[in-house]
Structure formats: C-alpha cells, structure tokens
C-alpha cells in the first residue's frame, strides 16, 4: 500500500485504518472497481434500491486515494468548461436537464451527510466565477446569458465594485455567484461513504489491485493480487486510471491538476480580505484558478496548468510539481496581496481525466455486463454522485431520466493515438496557455470548440 496520507492534505488530516484487501475467492452480485466518489456512490444507490445484492467495491490503495482525496472539495454544478460552452455544445434542453440533475446532487450529498451522520464539513456557500481582468469580463458576461437562457433563478451577477467590496481583490472585474454550490472535505465525504456501504451490507476490499478482468460463459472474473471476484457483472469506476483497460484508453486523457494550502489565517488576515460568505471560487481563464476557505481557516488554491505525459502516463511521481507550485503561491498572493508573508503548509497534485467533449462519459460494454463512468474533468463531485444513480440504473437495466442525460446516450470521439496524442494536447495546451499568461483569453477557444462540436 502507498503513503496514501502524504497525497493530500485532507488524506493526512485524519487517523484512518484500511479495511483488509481480499483474501481468496469470493462471489458477488456487483462488483466495483475504485473506491473513490463514483464507486461508492453507485455501491450505496444499488444496495438502497436492492439490498438483497451483494456488491462489493475493490480499491487498489485506499478509498478516496485518487482524485475524491486530494480535489478541491468543490460540489458545483458545472459540467463542460464553462456553463455557456456546455449549452452551445449540447442545446439548451439537454443542458437544462443535465444541470438540474447535477444540482440536485448538490443539495443530496448535504442530506446523505445529515441523514447518515457523515461530518465532512459539508457547506453550502454557493460559488463565483470571477473576471480578475477585462478580457475575462466576456466570459463571465457569456455564462450569465446561458444562465438566463436556461432559466436558472439562483445565479446573479455581481458587479465589480461589489465584488470587491465583499471580497478585498483589487483584481475583480465582475462575477457570476450561483448560489447552488457547496464544499466539502473529501476525504471525508470518501469514508463516510464506505462507511455507509458497509453498514448496508456491502463489502469494501482495500489494497486489492485488479490484475485484470476476464469475460466467463457465465459471469465475469476479477483477478486480484489477493484472489478472484466472480461478479454477474462489474461496474468500472477507476476515471483516471481507467487507461489501464484498452477499450477506454482513448476515450479521454489524463491530466494533472496540482494544489497549494496556506495555514490557518489570523482574524486580522480575513478580516482583510472579508469573504464572509466563504464561497468557492474560479476565474474565468481557461486553465482555471480555483480557490476555496476550509473549515479550518486555510486557503486552498489550485489549478494554473494542466500538464500531459506522453503515452497517457499516470504515475506517483508526477503528483509533486515544485514549479507549479511555486506559481500557485504566487497567484493566490496575486489576488490578495494583503496576504503577504503568509506560509504555506501543504502542496500535492493528481491526475484528473479529461474526455474531448469536458464531460464525463458513462455506457455499457461486454453486452452489458460491463458498465463504466469516468471523465468529470475536474469538476467530479457533485456529478459523480449523479453518476451513482446513472450506474446503478445501467446495472439494472432501467431506463430513467437520468440514462436519458446527454452525456450518457453518446460516447466523446477518441484521442488519436500517440504520438498525434501529445502533440495535439501540448499544441492546444501552449496556445491557450499563451492567451491565459498575455491576459487574452477568447469566449470560445478554437481548441475548446473543436473538441466539443466533433464529440
């Protein structure tokens, strides 16, 4: 097993014991692979609909190790790049119906967290996405057109001044403020979540890689390093790592994404800045600033770049990035100087999965024995929970609503193979970069709009 606490801040923060990985061969009804948000959403949304099932979620490390342990802890509604490129990609119906599917899911974790005793730190602070110069004023401007067009009641848009009166940047332009939207310690969440499988019957196996997975006359086999899991069928939900199966390996890419954390702030430190309503935060570049309070008094800032490795390549090695991070820090001071000379406790990164279309992607293989979800582009949490019910209902075979969204119905067009892969993603990647760093950011990237209209 892997030095799963030193991955993350929210992964450090809290003694936690592993439940012990398999041991021989078992049999089960469902069986999942990946203990993060996704699996344990859809181990916990099968067991409430059929608790006679028996389900069990496989992880090769730890539950929460990949991206549900070490993400921002942002529950937001936003799926594709922005709120207007997902409506200009897939019509305003479509968008309209996958955006209150989300948004549900939103105000469902608080009361799963209620319901079930779970202390994440669950809050519900709404979200900004903040112009922090004119060229992204277009942008913020964009989504509060797509937001009326959608019809949606709780967003409004908030000047510069006022935006700067309420949080001290003398970088915002303008912002768009949604009041659905909430944050999170995942980690939390993540084993709050097992914890609540288990009390439903379901089996957790940590520290249990799967070796491979093998198509029998009667059931599918599950190879582990520990013994075999015979399943009637198998729920794949591995996102980042889902490279590692060759059917999904270029559906989607992966990218890192990496996080700096000041120590607690002083009442005299935020009294500077204000941020009363401690609501999560974006900019509106393209490789986005993120940034959030947590419950501790800390400010956590992500985001900036997103690099590639050639062949699709995850690897621990890649989580620490001591240049970004040095960026990052100097970003977030860029936006409140007042924060001069404050330390900084914490820094790690990991790998997110990107499809061509920014939204993730959820469908059947092996005639359906075989069902899988991944690719939330960073912006997983809320809809993962989303994605729970949408896997549960494939396992099941239910049409819903929810089977019905636009994301499921179609598959994103494939990446090119290497080495069309990298160069595409690195081309792309320096060009909007480029227009990010010389403060030029377009509304609609040709990049961005490419990949969207041919998936």
Partial sequence: MSDFASRSFWLEADPYTAS???????????AIVGGGFTGLWTAYFLLRAQPSLKVAVIEAEVVGYGASGRNGGFAMTLLGPTLHQFVTAFGVESARNAHAAVARSVDDI??????????????????????????????????????????????RFIPGDELRREIQSPLYRCGLEEKTGALVNPARLARGLARVVRQLTGVVYEQTPVEGIERGTDAMRI?????????DKVVLATNAYSGRFPEFRRLFIPLY????????????QWASIGWQGRQGMEDKRTYIHY?????????????????????????????RNPALFDRLR???????????????????????????RFVPTFGRVQDGRVVYGFGYSGHGVAPSHTGGQILRDLVLDRQSELTDLCFVRSRPVPFP??????????????????????????????????????S
């Fill in 20 to 30: 012990p990985p398999l041991a021989g061969d078992v049999t089960v009804d469902i």
């Fill in 110 to 155: 608080g009361r799963f967290c209620t319901e079930h005793s779970v202390d994440c730190d669950y809050r519900k602070t709404g979200f900004i996405g903040a112009a922090l110069d004119d060229s992204q004023v277009p942008r913020v401007e964009a989504d509060v057109r797509a937001a009326e067009t959608l019809g949606l009641t709780d967003v």
């Fill in 223 to 231: 190879r582990t390093r520990h013994g075999v899991v015979v399943a």
């Fill in 257 to 268: 994404s990496y996080i700096v954390l000041t120590e607690p702030l002083s009442e005299a």
């Fill in 291 to 319: 940034y959030r309070p947590t419950a501790d008094g800390r400010i956590l800032m992500g985001g900036e770049d997103a690099p590639y490795f050639f062949g699709s390549h995850v690897d621990p090695a890649h989580d």
């Fill in 330 to 356: 100097r970003d977030l001071l860029s936006i409140y100087p007042q924060l001069a000379g404050i330390r900084f406790t914490h820094a790690w990164g990991g790998p997110i999965a990107v499809t061509s």
């Fill in 417 to 454: 193979p290497e080495p069309l892969r990298w160069a595409g993603v690195h081309l792309a990647r320096r060009s909007l970069l480029r227009q990010d760093r010389r403060g030029k950011p377009k509304v609609d990237p040709l990049a961005v709009r490419l990949m969207m209209k041919l």
